[in-house]
């Protein structure tokens, strides 16, 4: 069992930036698959940006080139650097580590993009 802590949401202005963070209870190296999600109200839960073991990204379209992931997997550690953020962005995060047989889900940090 892994246990999966988002922080570093907050409020932040149209245009401004954020640094989500995912600390996990235990190692990383084993999930083929990292990745943040997020769930904005009245909506379903969507795939923000993932990155694999071998560091291969993807990225939902409304957010390429102004969204960053990454990890740190000897700091068990999943990062999403978010600039440029709009009102549009405004959502719960959640930080996600699967293989073909485990799938993890954080408690999630909200995220709020408004003037």
């Known amino acids: 069992q892994v246990q999966l802590v988002e922080s570093g949401g907050g409020l932040v202005q149209p245009g401004g930036s954020l640094r989500l963070s995912c600390a996990a209870s235990?190692?990383?190296?084993?999930?083929?698959?990292v990745g943040w999600y997020r769930q904005a109200s009245g909506k379903e839960r969507e795939l923000v940006a993932a990155?694999?073991?071998?560091?291969?990204?993807d990225y939902a379209d409304s957010v390429l080139d102004r969204f960053t992931i990454s990890r740190d997997n000897a700091r068990r550690m999943v990062y999403l650097q978010m600039n440029s953020l709009k009102s549009e962005d405004t959502a719960v995060y959640y930080c996600?580590?699967?293989?073909?047989?485990?799938?993890?889900w954080g408690q999630g940090t909200q995220v709020t993009v408004s003037s």
């Open positions: 996600n580590l699967k293989n073909s047989y485990e799938d993890y």
């Open positions: 235990g190692s990383i190296f084993r999930f083929n698959v």
């Open positions: 990155i694999s073991s071998g560091g291969i990204v």
